[in-house]
């Protein structure tokens, strides 16, 4: 069976990749390209909805699809913990729409953030510095947001990291005590740094995305998914199997 998609923001990097994908594969079939100067009917026929836009103006996509009961994945950064709250109240109890978040569609991306959330018990001491294209329009990324969060996840039995002189603004923004610093620099693509701090060491789990190219496997999984999602769904970790292969 085909998957009708609509993409909003389909003029955008993320989005011209998402259109070149979606035509180029079998199973998914693009039904309309939305931009800026377009009006929300349009994803209207669509059975999923790709939502590639700006943090002010993707909550207002993702609701207006779900109103109309169209399921919805979700590419935009901005999506805090407390909007993603918002939404699950919006969507619950209806059991036939679903939404899925995905911070970073990179899958090396998701391996470095699961490895950051394992070694998050071991360290008191734990700093993100993450780095994206100058055009970049929010900081801190979603991807250091949604690591940072998992991180403090990890630590909720023993407490927040260590983060001294926190109310200086050179210090970084915070999210989960964790701090994160943001760089948004011509010549890069994507970049984050876990960096934690121990008694004579320093561990770094680091990813860097080179090109666009790094997420076609991840939007190709997620649209698929997003097919017949149910409820609120954060993360393309969540999509996929980590198990460790059979012996």
């Keep these: 069976m085909t998957t009708k998609v609509a993409v909003v923001g389909a003029t955008g990097r993320l ?3 998402a259109s070149r994908i979606i035509e180029s594969a079998d199973d998914l079939e693009l039904v309309a390209r939305l931009d800026s100067q377009s009006d929300l009917s349009e994803m209207l026929g669509a059975d999923v909805v790709l939502d590639v836009t700006v943090p002010a103006v993707s909550q207002g996509v993702v609701e207006y699809a779900v109103a109309n009961g169209i399921n919805a994945l979700v590419g935009t950064s901005g999506w805090t913990s407390e909007r993603i709250v918002a939404l699950e109240r919006t969507i619950n109890g209806n059991l036939a729409v679903g939404v899925i978040i995905v911070p970073n569609f990179s899958i090396g991306s998701v391996l470095a953030t699961s490895f950051a959330v394992m070694a998050a018990r071991f360290y008191d001491s734990i700093e993100i510095i993450e780095a994206h294209h ?3 329009i ?3 990324s979603g991807t250091a947001v949604r690591t940072a969060e998992l991180i403090g996840n990890a630590r909720v039995t023993l407490g927040p990291v260590i983060a001294p002189h926190s109310d200086q603004r050179a210090r970084g923004q915070q999210v989960s005590s964790v701090p994160i610093h943001s ?5 890069v693509v994507a970049k984050q740094d876990v960096v934690f701090g121990g008694n004579g060491e320093i561990l770094t789990v680091s990813h860097e995305t080179l090109s666009p190219s790094a997420y076609e496997k991840g939007i190709l999984l997620a649209l698929r998914a997003a097919a017949s999602a ?3 769904t954060v993360g393309l970790d969540k999509l996929i199997d980590f198990g460790a292969p059979a012996q």
């Design 15 to 17: 989005g011209q990749l």
């Design 134 to 136: 100058a055009s970049k």
């Design 138 to 140: 929010d900081s801190p």
């Design 183 to 187: 760089l948004r620099m011509q010549g």
């Design 230 to 232: 149910r409820g609120v």
